[in-house]
């Protein structure tokens, strides 16, 4: 490896963050400044990403712990888009990050992949909170309870910081939407699709009609994939609340004849449970997560190129754009 070059460790390059992320850096103007190590389970899509995209892998996953600390000890740069609450994954990647601060004295760059559920409250979508956060406010995020949705994770890679053996930075996407678009998208390494997009067409199908709860008056803050991808830290770019959401299900899956109902329905405690797993995780669609990304734009001249109005005209579209998926695969 040439000396001159940034060491880069990547995981999560075949996700829809992960992979839209790689492929920023991979067509960045800087680009031959980094060396790219990416951990990927799958050896096909290894192959195509040394093969098509000169880039270094390794073949494995989160769990191969031991591989992980490796990794992250060979890179002077880290970043993390596979797994926002898994402790010890977390905890192989900063002992990685210590034995190179140890060997070396070299401190390491960390950039970890949270999200804006850390804001939660537990609004049963009944009300909009008054509560905001903002990224130029850090004692108010600080201020968020260990319990919080991601925090425990996030508190590790603050530790790390504060003790001084790596430097971190920590990114709070709010919802995401668009499809992935791009090499990486084409050749098929990463998942194009937000996840609640795959999630809810598919539970929609199952219980014949899109779901709610409460009145669908909490509000969460939305930003497209590729504005995602252009900056990486408090993301957003507006808000809607979650009946915005649930309509903008309900209505194409409806005109396509696929549930029985234009209007959402609510879930029942007993839905919630088999539908999300869990009562809690069913809920987390129908909290308060408000924020906006003022330090982003101020200091990091971010400029989103999509808007408020394109995030639920957008769902609509990647709705019938997935059911259409499912048509062709027979899995609908």
């Given at each position: 490896?040439?000396?001159?070059?940034?060491?880069?460790?990547?995981?999560?390059?075949?996700?829809?963050?992960?992979?839209?992320?790689?492929?920023?850096?991979?067509?960045?103007?800087?680009?031959?400044?980094?060396?790219?190590?990416?951990?990927?389970?799958?050896?096909?899509?290894?192959?195509?990403l040394e093969t098509k995209f000169g880039l270094r892998t390794a073949v494995g996953s989160l769990q191969d712990h031991e591989k992980l600390a490796t990794l992250a000890e060979n890179a002077h740069i880290v970043i993390n888009t596979a797994d926002c609450d898994d402790v010890d994954v977390m905890k192989a990647i900063l002992r990685g990050i210590k034995a190179r601060h140890d060997k070396t004295g070299d401190v390491p760059l960390l950039v970890h992949t949270s999200g804006a559920a850390e804001l939660t409250d537990d609004a049963g979508g009944e009300y909009?909170?008054?509560?905001?956060?903002?990224?130029?406010?850090?004692?108010?995020?600080?201020?968020?309870?260990?319990?919080?949705?991601?925090?425990?994770?996030?508190?590790?890679?603050?530790?790390?910081?504060?003790?001084?053996?790596?430097?971190?930075?920590?990114?709070?996407?709010?919802?995401?939407?668009?499809?992935?678009?791009?090499?990486?998208?084409?050749?098929?390494?990463?998942?194009?699709?937000?996840?609640?997009?795959?999630?809810?067409?598919?539970?929609?199908?199952?219980?014949?009609?899109?779901?709610?709860?409460?009145?669908?008056?909490?509000?969460?803050?939305?930003?497209?994939?590729?504005?995602?991808?252009?900056?990486?830290?408090?993301?957003?770019?507006?808000?809607?609340?979650?009946?915005?959401?649930?309509?903008?299900?309900?209505?194409?899956?409806?005109?396509?004849?696929?549930?029985?109902?234009?209007?959402?329905?609510?879930?029942?405690?007993?839905?919630?449970?088999?539908?999300?797993?869990?009562?809690?995780?069913?809920?987390?669609?129908?909290?308060?997560?408000?924020?906006?990304?003022?330090?982003?734009?101020?200091?990091?001249?971010?400029?989103?190129?999509?808007?408020?109005?394109?995030?639920?005209?957008?769902?609509?579209?990647?709705?019938?754009?997935?059911?259409?998926?499912?048509?062709?695969?027979?899995?609908?």
């Open positions: 490896m040439s000396s001159n070059k940034a060491s880069l460790f990547f995981t999560g390059a075949t996700g829809y963050i992960g992979g839209s992320v790689l492929q920023r850096l991979f067509e960045h103007p800087n680009r031959q400044n980094f060396d790219i190590t990416t951990l990927v389970r799958n050896a096909d899509k290894a192959k195509i909009t909170s008054d509560t905001i956060y903002s990224d130029l406010n850090i004692s108010a995020i600080e201020a968020l309870p260990p319990t919080a949705f991601h925090r425990p994770v996030t508190l590790l890679v603050v530790a790390a910081d504060v003790a001084g053996y790596a430097r971190t930075h920590i990114i709070m996407p709010s919802i995401i939407y668009g499809v992935g678009t791009g090499p990486f998208f084409d050749a098929g390494i990463a998942n194009p699709h937000t996840i609640i997009v795959p999630m809810l067409v598919r539970i929609a199908l199952e219980r014949g009609s899109v779901g709610t709860l409460g009145t669908g008056v909490s509000r969460w803050g939305n930003v497209h994939i590729s504005d995602t991808a252009d900056v990486y830290f408090f993301v957003e770019n507006g808000e809607h609340t979650a009946i915005d959401i649930a309509n903008s299900f309900a209505e194409p899956l409806f005109a396509l004849g696929r549930t029985s109902s234009r209007e959402p329905v609510k879930y029942t405690k007993e839905e919630l449970v088999k539908y999300f797993g869990s009562e809690y995780i069913g809920r987390m669609m129908f909290t308060n997560a408000r924020l906006t990304a003022d330090r982003t734009r101020r200091e990091l001249g971010w400029s989103p190129k999509y808007v408020p109005r394109d995030f639920l005209e957008g769902l609509k579209h990647e709705v019938e754009g997935y059911v259409k998926k499912l048509d062709g695969s027979g899995d609908a």
